[in-house]
T-cell receptor, first 113, second 113 residues
Framework: GENVEQHPSTLSVQEGDSAVIKCTYS??????FPWYKQELGKRPQLIID?????GEKKDQRIAVTLNKTAKHFSLHITETQPEDSAVYFC????????????FGTGTRLTIIP | DAGVTQSPTHLIKTRGQQVTLRCSPK?????VSWYQQALGQGPQFIFQ???????QRGNFPDRFSGHQFPNYSSELNVNALLLGDSALYLC????????????FGEGSRLTVL
């Protein structure tokens, strides 16, 4: 089955700086890669996603890049703000809605004011 | 649109007891998945229901069972509770023809004493 590795497990950056979180996946058939943000005691919320036919996607301060050959994808947050502090999870899935989402182990991001 | 709703939000059980958790999917969604999230970990896939049948199952023992009703709502049952079953149980819904985001509920936090 699919295996998703995520690094780093914790990340602290100064407010205004950029943060990068990296994930690798094992199943080359995976074709959809969402990123979720989870605040303490809350549900995971989708912040951005990318499909395998796209190399990069951007939404305001958040961007995701995908390298299908190397089977890795990354989340980039620019101009970080205190409200960006949370746990971020990458995930991978293949096929349609009958497939399960495999999550990475999470990155705890702390923005230092 | 109420999104994905789960109940109860919190509950405490003792070892050996049984628990039932409930989930109502987002309007228009017909597929429900259950995930277990232990403290500090990423969500782990338990199983998925579509058309009232279990379609996929993760690496969880038979103590974990589920059901989906004609209105697409779902239940997760756990028998013979163990201390290690303490976790946040997340329900997620999507459409069978998967076009994007998996919507998560706020979860049911189970504590087993």
């Amino acid at each position: 089955g699919e295996n998703v590795e995520q690094h780093p497990s914790t990340l602290s950056v100064q407010e205004g700086d950029s943060a990068v979180i990296k994930c690798t996946y094992s199943d080359s058939a995976s074709n959809y890669f969402p990123w979720y943000k989870q605040e303490l005691g809350k549900r995971p919320q989708l912040i951005i996603d990318i499909r395998s036919n796209v190399g990069e996607k951007k939404d305001q301060r958040i961007a995701v890049t995908l390298n299908k050959t190397a089977k890795h994808f990354s989340l980039h947050i620019t101009e970080t703000q205190p409200e960006d502090s949370a746990v971020y999870f990458c995930a991978a899935i293949k096929g349609g809605g009958n497939e399960k989402l495999t999550f990475g182990t999470g990155t705890r991001l702390t923005i230092i004011p | 649109d109420a999104g994905v709703t789960q109940s109860p939000t919190h509950l405490i059980k003792t070892r050996g007891q049984q628990v039932t958790l409930r989930c109502s999917p987002k309007s228009g969604h017909d597929t429900v998945s259950w995930y277990q999230q232990a403290l500090g970990q990423g969500p782990q896939f338990i199983f998925q229901y579509y058309e009232e049948e279990e379609r996929q199952r993760g690496n969880f023992p038979d103590r974990f069972s589920g059901h989906q009703f004609p209105n697409y709502s779902s239940e997760l049952n756990v028998n013979a509770l163990l201390l290690g079953d303490s976790a946040l149980y997340l329900c997620a819904s999507t459409r069978r023809v998967y076009t994007g985001e998996l919507f998560f509920g706020e979860g049911s936090r189970l504590t087993v004493l």
